[in-house]
């Protein structure tokens, strides 16, 4: 039977087969939904573009907060987190087998602290009071004289969203690259220096990029995409949406904002579709960067 | 070659060239582990050193009351722990398996098979992986519900398995396979399939390994699945149950301790899974006959 497996049907038919029922079909059913008014209880009735009009228009905590704390958030934790994994990717990569090993394993291990995990170390760290960490070390060397409101005060809360993200930013792109890097034939790098590469600079741009591109790019797309899709990290650490003083708010809290606490599934929709236009043209901006041109 | 001064990938030993590296590396890893280390010690504490003052990092007296409450926390609810633990291990098991196995075929005919609508698969992938999953929460589930998959075991795992990460992940390895492997292979008879699963999966095996860590923390860690598309508690998973902790105990003593230990008992199934296959993921590939 597998001796006679040749047509590419084989291949991808069950992949396909369940793309297109678990998330094809609901990615259409919630564009379709952003044209509607669905309140998840009644029938959804169709309202044209008003949704988008609203969104562009009247929301003012989307103008003024979300869509503006987003870009900041992206724009530092995407390329700060992209850069890291590289750097720390080609240094692990430069170092023996078990060693490598052990930090690696370590530097990726925030990627896995998902949910329950993440709320207790942050809120304990951060915690408000003079019990938490930071403030009772704070309080201790003297710097501060009251425990600072972390997690509450909007002045903080973005700042320790990004360092918390940074912290946990070594993720499946951080492995890609590093698979990518010792992937990449020895005897490259011998002939190269033959033929008169001078220093480490050079060999990163000339032949250690050009060599993993793919892993370049994947690693460029995850960046991209994970950072404005991430959304439960504010919340979790300040313990309710909205975000005090939207300070922390993000395009997805707004999403969980108005689908699963107002109950406005049409609004909430149109909100992932304008998500999803700027996604998808930052990546293609990254992708004519490092995309392979065949 | 003993003048060559450059990139030394993959060193068999510790040379002092290799130091400024190390400078480099500890800090950054003593950063990031340091959270790691408070989960661990944290879960250990007593009550009285969860609330000290001032707060201590490390535990005094560690003790297993933390867990000792988790589990009877959970057999108070009427499902023993071992029946949320059970559920998860064998969905999760499925799910990565199935997830490997389907996504990498897949991947395969999108890299080096010929057939139509090709690019546009491809594209579509990539497209909904930009998506936010939580915006088709509610109309996965309207989808789930119609098909009449509510309360099936398999519904746990079947949304879960086509992964468009894992797709485009596995199709940029396999791009790095030189075609003279699959054309020397045809030449000797040998069939599609039997290409991939004789040539592409060890050659690949490193992305196989890395969706491989990728499904199972995405199904694990998963709590969506149980809390909408199952209504039967005793098909609930352990992330559910643990998701289900902070309402359970309120703000109390006993909760912080509990939640403590519930978060290791989370975070270890995904480290050790690391653990195990990250051989394969930073595994070379210069053995196996590409470049």
């Given amino acids: 039977m597998i001796k006679r497996m040749n047509h590419p049907a084989w291949f991808f038919t069950p992949y396909v087969v369940l793309f297109t029922t678990f998330i094809i079909i609901p990615v259409v059913i919630a564009i379709v939904l952003s044209f509607t008014y669905f309140n998840t209880i009644q029938t959804p009735t169709i309202i044209g573009l008003r949704n988008y009009i609203e969104l562009l228009t009247r929301d003012e905590v989307f103008m003024q907060y979300v869509l503006p704390n987003t870009f900041k958030f992206a724009f530092i934790v995407g390329p700060v987190g992209y850069f890291m994994s590289f750097i720390l990717a080609w240094m692990l990569s430069q170092i023996p087998h078990k060693h490598r090993t052990v930090l690696a394993i370590i530097l990726y291990s925030p990627s896995m602290t998902a949910g329950i995990a993440m709320g207790v170390i942050w809120t304990v760290l951060f915690s408000g009071d003079s019990t938490g960490y930071l403030n009772s070390l704070l309080l201790n060397i003297g710097l501060i004289e009251e425990p600072i409101q972390f997690l509450t005060s909007p002045d903080y809360l973005m700042t320790i969203m990004i360092i918390v993200s940074l912290w946990g930013s070594m993720g499946v792109g951080f492995l890609a690259m590093l698979a990518g890097i010792l992937n990449i034939d020895p005897t490259l790098y011998e002939a190269a220096y033959v033929d008169g590469l001078r220093n480490r600079w050079q060999e990163i741009f000339y032949i250690t990029i050009p060599s993993m591109k793919p892993q370049m790019l994947f690693g460029a797309v995850m960046a991209v995409v994970g950072t404005f899709q991430v959304g439960a990290i504010g919340v979790q650490l300040s313990g309710a949406n909205p975000t005090p003083q939207y300070a922390g708010q993000l395009l997805v809290n707004h999403i969980e904002d108005f689908g699963f606490i107002r109950y406005l599934m049409g609004y909430a929709s149109a909100i992932s579709v304008v998500l999803l236009i700027l996604i998808y043209s930052i990546s293609k901006a990254t992708w004519s960067l490092f995309g392979e041109r065949d | ?291």
Avoid at chain 2, 30 to 43: D, E, G, K, M, R
Avoid at chain 2, 147 to 154: A, F, H, R, S, V
Avoid at chain 2, 192 to 216: D, N, R, Y
Wanted: charged fraction near 15%.
């Fill in chain 2, 1 to 291: 070659m003993a003048s060559f001064q450059g990139m030394k990938i993959n060193p068999s030993r510790y040379h002092k060239s290799q130091l400024k590296f190390y400078f480099f590396l500890f800090p950054m890893t003593l950063f990031v582990a340091l959270p790691i280390i408070f989960i661990i010690s944290h879960a250990f504490k007593p009550s009285n050193e969860l609330f000290a003052y001032p707060p201590k990092f490390f535990v005094r007296m560690p003790t297993f009351d933390n867990f000792r409450d988790l589990f009877f926390l959970a057999s108070e609810s009427g499902i023993p722990f071992s029946r949320y633990l059970f559920n998860s291990l064998l969905v999760t098991t499925i799910g990565v398996f199935l997830s490997v196995l389907i996504t990498s075929l897949a991947a395969y005919s999108l890299s080096k098979l010929k057939f139509k609508g090709k690019k546009t698969l491809f594209e579509i992938n990539n497209l909904a992986l930009m998506f936010v999953p939580i915006a088709v929460t509610i109309p996965r589930y309207l989808t789930i519900s119609r098909i009449g998959l509510i309360d099936n075991y398999m519904v746990l795992v079947l949304p879960l398995i086509a992964m468009p990460v894992g797709l485009f992940l596995v199709k940029q390895f396999i791009d790095q396979t030189p075609n003279e492997l699959i054309e020397s292979a045809k030449i000797d008879g040998a069939s599609e399939m039997q290409i991939f699963l004789k040539i592409i999966i060890p050659i690949v095996a490193p992305a196989l390994a890395t969706v491989g860590i990728l499904s199972f923390q995405l199904i694990w860690n998963d709590t969506i699945g149980s809390t909408l598309y199952v209504n039967d508690e005793s098909l609930k998973t352990l992330a559910f149950y643990f998701s289900t902790l902070a309402a359970r105990t309120g703000n109390t003593v006993a909760g912080q301790g509990i939640m403590a230990a519930a978060s290791l008992i989370s975070f270890l199934p995904n480290i050790i899974i690391f653990i195990f296959l990250q051989g394969k993921v930073m595994n070379t590939m210069a053995h196996s006959g590409i470049k």
